[in-house]
């Protein structure tokens, strides 16, 4: 019974939880911490006294508007989905401006080693923005150019408040500034490294799922040989590879010459293509295997060869499952290029396993957050591609 009636009045059951969530957050947990320098525990600060008095009425609002959106009245789905979808941009900006206006107040009549970091209160309503929008536009089935849209206006919210001073105060935000140049460096570092992975994978791989594809008799081996590397841990086959590499470089000088060894950028790179090999495989297989044999058949009526079958035909319809593995593998090479700075092949992970030794939670959110950002500009370009590589009709 009382299910029934929650039913009645709860229109959005996920904008509803995502809403009582963000509310117990702020009734709860900090939203920042204040603390004497970047290595000492910080004084927790909730949101009401971080916050001025019209920043509240504004959470207070845009909470009202949600708690409007989720109801099952007076709203219709549609024009509620659209009413949660555009408040998650006032509360974004509203995140971040309340953050920064407290660390510029906050840090007035404070000691130049004083810092201020964001509480998990700031984290959370964070990601609530971001789930309720994921929420709203696939309920709203906005096509890819809405949701491109729209995440340009979310992208443009957040590039507004780090532009200007406004976050400048914050411990992660000068952390930022002393390691600029570094950044820049482990910035391309960490992208060649995902790159320098990627097109072996490539090279190898399609031809392999295209072999897995062709010769039935090789498929069920391949798939457990590659099983068993997608398997092993990567801390695991860095080590594996240390003395081996270590030995080539010795014997072969002109190897060595070009940085093969036990360490660096070497067996990052011989890793991540072993790890990405398998969803590159087994999607070229699965898309090859995918394509109906009528176009097959009306191929070869009209007189094409196997190549050209292959080329004309195959691929192109196959195309959308095989940069599906190429997307996966790529969210999935970016976060293992993090464990690679362990053998001291660079990248965002360097700045992560810094600040763990020295109990510097901003540097380790310094490597950690570009690396988020990476993964889920490349998952939504790939994502892209994938729509725009369905034949037109299926998309």
């Known amino acids: 019974m009382a299910s029934t009636r929650s039913r009645q009045w ?66 219709s789905v ?3 989905l659209w009413l949660s979808l555009i408040a998650t941009l006032p509360l974004l900006a509203l995140d971040f401006q309340a953050l920064g206006g407290y660390a510029h107040r906050a840090l007035v009549d404070a000691s130049p080693a004083a ?17 309720i929008a994921i929420d709203a536009l696939q309920r709203l089935r906005l096509g890819m150019a809405g949701r491109a849209l729209y995440g340009m206006a979310a992208l443009a919210v957040i590039a507004a408040c780090f532009c200007g001073d406004l976050l400048a105060p914050l411990s992660i935000m000068r952390e930022f500034a002393n390691q600029r140049d570094n950044f820049v460096d482990q910035l391309i570092r960490h992208l060649l490294l995902v790159g320098g992975a990627l ?3 490539l090279l190898v791989g399609l ?29 695991a086959v860095f080590g594996l590879l240390i003395a081996p590499l270590s030995a080539l470089g010795r014997a072969v000088p002109w190897l060595g010459d070009l940085g093969v060894s036990g360490i660096g950028v070497a067996p990052a790179i011989i890793a991540l293509v072993l790890y990405s090999l ?3 495989v087994r999607n070229t297989y699965s898309g090859l295997a995918g394509v109906s044999s009528g176009a097959l058949e009306a191929a070869r009526g009209m007189g094409m060869t196997p190549r050209q079958i292959l080329w ?33 092949a660079g990248g965002f992970g360097a700045f992560i396993f810094q600040g763990l030794g020295q109990y510097a939670i901003d540097l380790v959110l310094l490597g950690a957050i570009p690396t988020i950002v990476l993964a889920v500009i ?12 369905r034949p037109a009709g299926t998309r």
């Not at 810092?115 to 789930?131: D, E």
């Not at 031809?207 to 997608?230: D, E, I, T, Y």
């Open 199 to 201: 097109v072996p994978a």
């Open 10 to 75: 709860v229109g959005n059951r996920v904008l509803m939880t995502l809403l009582v969530a963000a509310v117990a957050s702020v009734g709860l947990l900090p939203f920042a911490s204040l603390s004497p320098n970047r290595l000492a525990s910080g004084q927790s600060v909730m949101l009401w006294e971080a916050s001025a008095s019209w920043q509240l009425a504004a959470f207070a609002l845009i909470g009202l508007a949600l708690l409007l959106a989720a109801l099952a009245r007076p709203l």
């Open 207 to 235: 031809p392999l799922g295209l072999m897995a594809n062709r010769r039935a008799r090789l498929r069920n081996g391949l798939f457990s040989v590659l099983n068993v590397f997608q398997t092993l841990p990567s801390i």
């Open 78 to 80: 549609r024009t509620a």
């Open 378 to 389: 490349a998952d939504f370009a790939l994502q892209i591609l994938v729509s725009l590589s």
């Open 312 to 344: 004309q035909v195959e691929i192109p319809l196959a195309l959308p499952v095989i940069l599906s593995g190429l997307r996966i593998v790529t969210v999935q090479a970016i976060g293992l290029v993090v464990v690679a700075a362990l053998i001291g």
């Open 278 to 280: 398998l969803p590159i």
């Open 115 to 131: 810092r201020v970091s964001q509480g998990a209160t700031f984290w959370i309503l964070l990601f609530v923005c971001v789930l």
